[in-house]
């Protein structure tokens, strides 16, 4: 395995031609207030794990974006208010129907640019071909799914509620300027998980790329500027620090939405002036257990596991990031998961069944043999062969065994091919660890006898927002709640549930006599206010 990690790099002309880009792509374009700009200023190289050979050494250069500063962002602060227009501009004003048309048009357009942007995945992130394309398809589906959740949700406000002698009828209403943010691991996926319903309800954006796979956004500039009324979405480019600062200490973002760690969630919001009128939709750090009773199936939860804790490199905020085995069967589960963990095929993006792939982030192979190296030092050991060996941006998955409290690894998220596994004899132990954690996204059991199961259920659940029987933790399907407690998430993210945190509840009501009748029946009957209305969307 040493000697594949050695060689694990191609040349260029071994990667097959289908994989290869074009060229690198040097973006300079950027759009705001539904004009495509030429940025001429400085920009940041794009580099990806993929290192090729060359006859000097390693090539893995790919292109370059805009380095955008304070002036820009204000721009594009600028052009999402103007559009909003507080709640008067087009697209807030727009009836759901026509806001449905203009996604659709979207869509349509996406798809034109399905294989530039899978394959701009592939290099940029380093995520395999199969979970690349299976990343765009059902970023698709979230669309269109989205969608037909709108049409539902306008359905059951399309009445008016008698109570009281009160006439209303309630709908949602849009919440302002939104600035979106998304993950690097899932650059497309949970980034429009958050900018699609926040578009879909009204709001109007300013989009900012993560800090990894940013050139895999720039074939859908176009789509944007015709789908959307111009100010809807305005896009930046650049170091976080050097322009979200700006759009914070303005007080007119209205909504923050961001997909990453917690240290920056909570400078971002402390940038705001009024924090009490900021809503937050974030996803953060999570560090999901495995609890493995001793009547479970080994096999069952040896391969959960294993993907569990390394799909996509254990790159997920979903992954399980460290496993709990009951000390009566640990050194068979062990044994196993390291047996399973050796079967994983490794390789570069385009490989056929490859599992394990280079990682995007700079030094990330460094950060996690320090954290092998520490565990080490304190009576843990790599129980796989090869475990920890790395080769520039490739590192081969590590199964740490036993882990206790003293170690990084057991609070540390990794976010990264290591797989700490510790024992205990008292179920009281995971759990303590779970009531502990700063973290409350998931946990996973695995056993088989239901009334110890249900015991941990009712325990687990005021702990963490989802639990998993025999199964990993995950995120989908994607019409069930995703959310988390204490450092993990706020706000609730589902395809219905995304709808309602981007929007707020508005009803318009009056008193039950003849003049307030007449008055409403007019509006209704001739169709003049998007908000008071019965159509039906079909």
């Known amino acids: 395995m040493k000697k594949t990690i050695d060689d694990i790099f191609p040349t260029l002309d071994a990667v097959p031609e289908q994989f290869r880009l074009a060229s ?26 993929v290192c090729c050979k060359t006859a000097d050494g390693f ?18 602060l600028d052009a999402a208010s103007e559009a909003y227009n507080s709640g008067r501009g087009t697209w807030p004003a727009m009836s759901i129907e026509g806001r449905i048309e203009c996604m659709k048009k ?33 970023t698709i589906d979230y669309i269109i799914d989205t969608i037909d959740a709108v049409k539902n949700l306008d359905r059951d406000s399309s009445r008016f509620v008698i109570s009281q002698q009160i006439i209303a009828q309630v709908r949602r209403a849009p919440l302002g300027v939104v600035l979106c943010m998304g993950p690097f691991n899932y650059p497309l996926n949970e980034t429009f998980t958050t900018l699609i319903p926040a578009l879909i309800m009204g709001n109007t954006v300013i989009f900012k790329p993560p800090k990894l796979g940013v050139l895999l956004h720039q074939p859908l500039l176009k789509a944007y500027q015709m789908a959307f009324p111009k100010g809807v979405v305005n896009t930046l480019y650049g170091h976080g620090e050097i322009i979200m600062g700006p759009l914070m200490e303005s007080g007119r973002v209205d909504v923050l939405a961001f997909i990453g760690s917690s240290r920056v969630a909570d400078i971002l919001k402390s940038q705001h002036p009024k924090p009490h009128r900021l809503k937050a ?13 001793p009547d479970a199936n080994i096999d069952l939860a040896v391969k959960e596991c ?14 399980l990031k460290i ?25 570069m993006p385009w490989s056929n069944g490859v599992a394990i792939t280079p990682l995007p982030e700079p030094n990330k192979s460094e950060y996690l043999t320090a ?6 030092a304190k009576g843990a050991a790599v129980m796989n062969p090869s475990g920890g060996y790395y080769n520039r941006s490739f590192f081969y998955p590590a199964v740490l065994y036993p882990v206790n409290s003293s170690m990084r690894a057991f609070r540390e998220e990794q976010f990264g091919p ?30 088989q006898d239901s009334t110890t199961i249900a015991t941990l259920v009712d325990t687990l659940v005021n702990q963490v927002c989802r639990v998993n029987i025999n199964s990993q933790c995950q995120r989908g399907p994607d019409i069930f709640p995703f959310t988390g407690r204490k450092d993990s998430a706020e706000g609730t993210l589902s395809v219905s549930d995304a709808l309602r945190v981007f929007s707020i509840r508005t009803l318009v009501a009056s008193k039950e006599n003849d003049e307030n009748k007449k008055i409403i029946t007019e509006i209704v009957r001739e169709q003049k206010s998007n908000f008071l209305s019965t159509d039906f969307l079909l």
């Open 106 to 138: 979207f869509v349509f357009y996406m798809k034109e640019q399905r294989d530039e942007i899978v394959k701009l995945l592939m290099w940029e992130i380093g995520k395999n071909y199969a979970d690349s394309t299976k990343e765009f398809d059902r």
């Open 323 to 347: 496993l709990f085995v009951h000390r009566s069967i640990a050194d068979t589960f062990v044994k196993k998961f390291s047996e399973e963990v050796g079967r994983l095929q490794v390789g």
């Open 306 to 319: 294993v993907m569990g804790s390394l799909s996509f490199n254990g790159q997920r905020c979903t992954a």
């Open 371 to 376: 954290l092998i190296d520490d565990a080490k």
């Open 418 to 447: 290591i797989v700490p596994i510790a024992v205990f004899d008292d179920i009281n132990e995971p759990l303590d660890y779970v009531i502990e954690s700063n973290y409350g996204q998931q946990a996973s059991i695995f056993g």
């Open 24 to 49: 690198t792509l040097e973006q300079t374009e950027y759009l705001i207030n539904g004009e495509i700009m030429t940025w001429a200023g400085e920009r940041q190289k794009v580099y990806s794990p």
């Open 59 to 76: 090539d893995s250069y790919i292109g370059s974006y805009p380095l955008m500063g304070k002036e820009e962002a204000l721009k594009a």
């Open 281 to 293: 939709i974030l996803g953060l750090e999570a560090k999901n257990p495995a609890i493995i009773l």
